[in-house]
């Protein structure tokens, strides 16, 4: 049966990027693995020994395409956490100074902040500042992401990312590296965040700090970027300005600057393998049949139309606040159901909160809460297309319900933002609007994978986000 769960998180919390690449050829794994948690868990005087945690209860299997279409047969717990934790380690080993000049080893002095999109934003500025400087490592514990609106805790990178397949791109991109004191003498990092989750103590995050008077102008072994987080945002909206240019007359003139990179990064850029593994059970419960021996398809729709949107003053002529309108547009794109399943992305807590309120009856702002929230649950409930499509919505319940992991159900709201980022760029349709910056890194992360149905609503109807002659991805303006 196909788990519904609602949306109870920040809008840019529902952000993820980077597309899990199946092989192509057909594989099929029977025999389950017991896996381990992905993080560092710290020994308690109650506890004599450690249980292991299933990625998944049982067998359950899936059936996957790449993005050439090729469809592959995978068990949802083939995830071994032991062995990937011996891969982790070794792929995090600093590089010795015959491999690489360590004084172009740099670590992060800030700590993510914002929703998940902003947080990736961040996330792509730091490497592209790293590349600027020649710097060809940088300190895995300096990169943390922050479990905005829930508990405000800081979270190390690798707990929530693929650092194996990451590194596996360098020289291409800095490769990131555990904090070695022996090496990184003017640094200091130790644990700063310990939490105590049914009964069991786990570090999420570490403090980091400097032995040298301002680090930024002085540090060498690390260096340290990032004096400000408009530092490494003004590198990110750099790169997003010069492909601005190339998206217009100049597109001719060939790829800008860090164009590579900020392709490769979108490609690297995957959930951790138990992450992926929740991403895998969402996937293949949108893609299970509606109809007895078909093969189910979905599509993404991130309904950007919460009471906060309504009165942002940006790209006034772009915006759609009524989400029958919405779903009007895709009648008029796709007078047949051009899939089997929508998930519907959108801030239910929000959208209820405007619509309960007393006293404004004759807002506008209100009335459209109330209404869209109405047309969503009809949706909900009866389908769309006349009842041929199965509506679904997306949320960070959906990590208690596909996750056994303690650690990942207590961060459930940015690990539901990761897993419906990923689940996002899967889907064989995906629409949007260009208001929003989540649907922008969706979009583009698909758009580097040859995953070109994309679309923005707007007023006049559904438009391709990236036309099939363009070859840069697309620019947030709003």
Same mark, same amino acid.
């Given at each position: ?275 992926? #593994?929740?991403?895998? %059970? +969402?996937? !293949?419960?949108?893609?299970? =049949?509606?109809?007895? $021996? @078909? ?74 809460? #109330?209404?869209?929230? %109405? +047309?969503? !649950?009809?949706?909900?409930? =009866?389908?769309?297309? $006349? @009842? ?91």
């Amino acid at each position: 049966m196909f788990i519904t769960f609602t949306f109870g998180i920040s809008i840019n919390s529902i952000i993820w990027s980077g597309l899990y690449k199946y092989p192509t050829a057909e594989i099929k794994i029977t025999s389950p693995a017991t896996v381990t948690s992905p993080y560092t868990e710290i020994e308690s005087e109650s506890e004599t020994e450690k249980e292991p945690v299933s990625a998944t209860s049982d067998n359950e299997t899936a059936t996957v395409k790449d993005v050439t279409g090729t469809t592959t047969t995978i068990t949802l717990d083939s995830y071994n956490a032991e062995e990937y934790q011996l891969q982790l380690h070794d792929s995090l080993l600093p590089l010795s100074n015959k491999n690489v000049n360590i004084t172009t080893t740099t670590a992060f002095a800030k700590i993510f902040r914002g929703g998940f999109c902003n947080q990736y934003i961040m996330f792509i500025g730091v490497m592209l500042l790293a590349h600027d400087q020649r710097s060809n490592q940088i300190i895995e514990q300096s990169i943390r992401w922050k479990d905005t609106h829930a508990t405000e805790i800081s979270i190390e990178h690798n707990k929530l990312f693929d650092v194996v397949h990451w590194n596996s791109n360098f020289p291409n991109l800095p490769r990131l590296a555990m904090y070695d004191e022996k090496i990184h003498t003017e640094m200091i990092i130790k644990p700063s965040t310990n939490i105590t989750i049914e009964g069991k103590v786990y570090n999420a995050s570490y403090l980091n700090t400097w032995n040298v008077e301002d680090p930024v102008l002085n540090a060498k072994l690390p260096r340290a970027i990032g004096p400000s987080y408009h530092t490494v945002n003004y590198h990110y909206q750099r790169f997003s300005k010069i492909l601005q240019y190339r998206n217009g007359a100049s597109a001719q003139r060939g790829e800008p600057e860090n164009y590579a990179m900020y392709k490769l990064i979108h490609q690297a850029f995957r959930p951790h393998p138990e992450l992926q #593994v929740m991403v895998d %059970k +969402v996937v !293949n419960d949108l893609r299970s =049949s509606t109809t007895e $021996g @078909g093969t189910g398809t979905y599509a993404v729709l991130h309904a950007r139309i919460e009471p906060d949107m309504d009165v942002h003053p940006m790209c006034e002529d772009k915006k759609v606040r009524n989400v029958t309108d919405i779903i009007d547009a895709m009648y008029a794109h796709y007078p047949e159901p051009p899939v089997s399943r929508v998930l519907i992305m959108f801030n239910r807590n929000i959208l209820e909160a405007e619509a309960q309120k007393d006293g404004d009856k004759d807002n506008s702002v209100h009335q459209m809460a #109330v209404h869209n929230l %109405k +047309v969503i !649950n009809e949706a909900v409930q =009866s389908g769309l297309w $006349g @009842g041929k499509v199965e509506m679904v919505e997306a949320g960070s319940r959906m990590v208690e319900e596909v996750s056994v992991n303690p650690f990942y159900k207590h961060f459930s709201n940015i690990v539901g933002g990761i897993v419906n980022f990923f689940v996002a760029i899967q889907a064989d349709l995906f629409i949007g609007t260009e208001v929003s910056t989540y649907t922008t890194m969706v979009i583009n992360s698909r758009f580097y994978r040859e995953l070109r149905q994309n679309y923005f609503y707007r007023p006049e109807g559904l438009y391709c986000a990236i036309p099939e002659d363009r070859n840069v991805p697309h620019q947030f303006v709003c």
